[in-house]
């Protein structure tokens, strides 16, 4: 057992300061959604053109997210949090005012570049405050608000909808905003520069094209309901190459833009298994489960969302006691109980009656969330344990492209599991969608504990 390390109060005033940055992204994922129907009728413009300010954001936010640790070691994480919430809020209000929708689009692509700056710098600025040996409770009590963010979207964006307009779901970022930079610049560090190099161009380059791509092939994946559709293939094949050839040069290059190199080490390669995974099975259940309020229990979009913060909250309050743990013994030792609880809750929804009342549906809800903050919050900590205070601008980066990535990949597939296996009734599509969830689950307890728990109780 590791005696665990008092945090400062400065560390905790500067981790509710970057909070900031965490919630306004987190109601960006899904506040815009309901939306989008409103919008395209106010803005004369078609649903085909209009989902685009939601694919154009996200895949901005992909083609953003690897050059953060290189522009953190440039000119310190808190300057880059700072710059990424002030570009937030502006292109928040240029969303607001986009005439037409070919402006809002290019306003949100150029947010969605923010969007991936903004939670890896923060992520950063809390380590480097906070050190490894107290990273685990710091992060997991300032994520509850972050976690909470996506369930509320939907509630949030039906009233803006429903009252006023389609510019309230950008404009309510302007004042949460403002309000982190007037705080954020009295306390946030500007951190120091590290010896950053010239940037990796080619590198740069070689993953712009590939996260895009292979996002955008996803996406269509979903939307075509097949992996075998023509709109897949071209951005797939067109995705692949540069993605081997981005590999290739990263583990050759002295100063690559991702360091890939991080993955020889076991400890950190086994927690990145356990963070893409539990990405599929937390956002991909994000996804699946609004549908199955609405497809099999006929519920609106406010009630989908309040149903949804049953889930947040049982993640909500079991975060802080998962970073305590793995703080003090490291990942490892949660891994029965994430199996246990996540496994049993998500297996009860698959036998689960298609009448089943909605008070069981909601406890099994808080224990999916309880199992998967489990899960998530120490193979983070055990993932940043492992690293050196050089290489933590790489390592969150990387981490936060797992999750992001694995839950796309998780939300599509589960997606294409359902919509494949409706013609065979609801419920029965509903049934097989969540026994791919627990295999989800399963699979982001695949990775080794030991090498996990070891290498966070060694920093």
């Given at each position: ?48 053109s209009v989902q685009w300010v939601q694919s154009g954001y996200l895949l901005a936010l992909a083609a953003a997210l ?232 006929r519920a609106g979009i406010v009630e989908t969302g309040l149903l949804l913060t049953a889930f947040s909250l049982g ?145």
């Amino acid at each position: 057992m590791t005696r665990t390390e008092a945090i400062p109060a400065a560390v905790w005033r500067l981790a509710v300061v970057l909070a900031f940055g965490g919630v306004m992204a987190g109601l960006d994922t899904s506040v815009v959604n309901v939306g989008l129907d409103v919008t395209g009728r106010d803005l004369d413009a078609s649903l085909a053109s209009v989902q685009w300010v939601q694919s154009g954001y996200l895949l901005a936010l992909a083609a953003a997210l690897p050059v953060c640790g290189w522009i953190s070691r440039r000119v310190g994480a808190g300057r880059l949090w700072l710059w990424s919430l002030a570009a937030f809020t502006g292109t928040s209000a240029l969303c607001a005012l986009a005439p037409g929708i070919g402006w809002l689009i290019a306003f949100r692509v150029l947010q969605g570049v923010a969007g991936g700056l903004l939670v890896p710098s923060g992520m950063t600025v809390l380590g480097q405050a906070a050190g490894p040996g107290r990273m685990g409770r710091v992060v997991a009590t300032t994520s509850v608000p972050a976690i909470l963010a996506p369930a509320v979207g939907p509630v949030v964006g039906a009233l803006l909808i429903s009252e006023p307009s389609w510019h309230w779901l950008f404009l309510v970022n302007v004042p949460a905003g403002v309000l982190g930079l007037v705080v954020g610049l009295r306390t946030v560090p500007r951190g120091g520069t590290t010896g950053a190099g010239r940037l990796d161009g080619p590198g740069l380059a070689l993953v712009a094209v590939v996260l895009p791509l292979l996002t955008y092939a996803i996406t269509e994946a979903a939307a075509s309901r097949t992996l075998l559709a023509p709109s897949v293939a071209p951005p797939l094949a067109g995705g692949v190459p540069p993605l081997l050839a981005f590999v290739r040069r990263s583990l050759r290059s002295a100063a690559p833009l991702l360091d890939l190199r991080l993955f020889r080490n076991r400890g950190y390669a086994a927690a990145s298994f356990e963070v893409l995974f539990n990405g599929a099975a937390l956002f991909g259940g994000l996804i699946v489960m609004p549908l199955y309020f609405q497809l099999q229990r006929r519920a609106g979009i406010v009630e989908t969302g309040l149903l949804l913060t049953a889930f947040s909250l049982g993640a909500a309050a079991t975060f802080p006691v998962a970073g305590r743990l793995a703080d003090r013994h490291g990942g490892g030792i949660v891994t029965l109980a994430v199996l246990v609880v996540t496994t049993l809750s998500t297996v009860a929804l698959a036998l689960s009656p298609a009448d089943v009342d909605v008070v069981t549906v909601e406890l099994l809800m808080v224990a999916r969330g309880i199992g998967l903050a489990l899960s998530g919050m120490p193979a983070v900590s055990a993932a940043f344990a492992t690293v050196s205070a050089r290489q933590l601008p790489d390592a969150t980066s990387q981490i936060t492209i797992l999750s992001r990535v694995g839950g796309a990949i998780g939300g599509a597939v589960f997606v294409v599991i359902l919509t494949g296996a409706l013609p065979a009734g609801v419920a029965a599509a509903f049934r097989l969608t969540f026994w791919s969830l627990t295999a989800a689950t399963l699979a982001a307890l695949g990775a080794p504990p030991g090498s996990c728990a070891n290498s966070a109780g060694r920093h």
